[in-house]
Structure formats: structure tokens, C-alpha cells
Nanobody, 126 residues
């Protein structure tokens, strides 16, 4: 299994915008059928869910980013995006993407927990 490739991170000041990209290795048909999500890991913390987009394009967000981040997808490019607006220092983390599945309590989980990419670093200064 080839890992997804995340890109678009950088060092920005609070209030700025960034757009992250996640290029999946799946073919277009499989990508189109799948649900995709973004997670992040801040220094010293566990990886946490950020956003998910279903094959139907319905979206879910963590409370911490709702209203500031937007997840989208381009099936033809097998790419998922995360538009980050009005970023805050607490958004500083390595951001990862994965195909995801929603479990019974509504929580989003990676389809596989052993296929993470390198991630892309986002650093927000105050």
C-alpha cells in the first residue's frame, strides 16, 4: 500500500490562510467511493481528528476547527484538500490525511493505522 502524500504546510502568522493537499495513491474510482479525512498531531499530543469528507461530499469537522477550516476533494485528481483560514497558534501540528471510516459513535478513524504518510508541518506564530 502506497502512503498518501501531504503537502502545503508552512510557517505563518496567526490569522493567515493555508491550503493543504493530500494526493492519494488509489485509482480514481476507489478514491471517489472512499471517505477521506485529515488528522493532526501537535508536539507532545496524540493524533486527533480534524475533518472528514464522504464520497457524497458531506463533511464533518472537529469543534476546534469548525467555521475556520474547509475540507474538499477532487476525485479526478484523487486529491483531498484542507483550506485553513484564520489559523491560530494552537493549530500548530503535523497534518496527515487518510482514507477514513466512521464508527458507531460517530467518531472518524483511519481505515488503516499503519499507512500514514510523512505529513506536512504547519506552524502558526502569534
Amino acid at each position: 500500500q502506497v502512503q498518501p502524500v501531504e503537502s502545503g504546510g508552512g510557517m505563518v502568522q496567526a490569522g493567515a490562510s493555508l491550503r493543504l493537499s493530500c494526493l492519494a495513491s488509489e485509482g480514481m474510482f476507489n478514491f471517489m467511493l472512499g471517505n477521506w479525512g485529515w488528522f493532526r498531531r501537535a508536539p507532545g499530543k496524540e493524533r486527533e481528528f480534524v475533518a472528514a469528507i464522504r464520497g457524497t461530499r458531506k463533511t464533518d469537522y472537529s469543534d476546534s476547527v469548525k467555521g475556520r477550516f474547509t475540507i474538499s476533494r477532487d476525485n479526478a485528481k484523487t486529491t483531498a484538500y484542507l483550506q485553513m483560514n484564520n489559523v491560530k497558534p494552537e493549530d500548530t501540528a503535523v497534518y496527515y490525511c487518510s482514507e477514513v471510516v466512521q464508527i458507531g459513535d460517530g467518531t472518524w478513524r483511519p481505515m488503516r493505522d499503519d499507512n500514514w504518510g510523512q505529513g506536512t508541518q504547519v506552524t502558526v506564530s502569534s
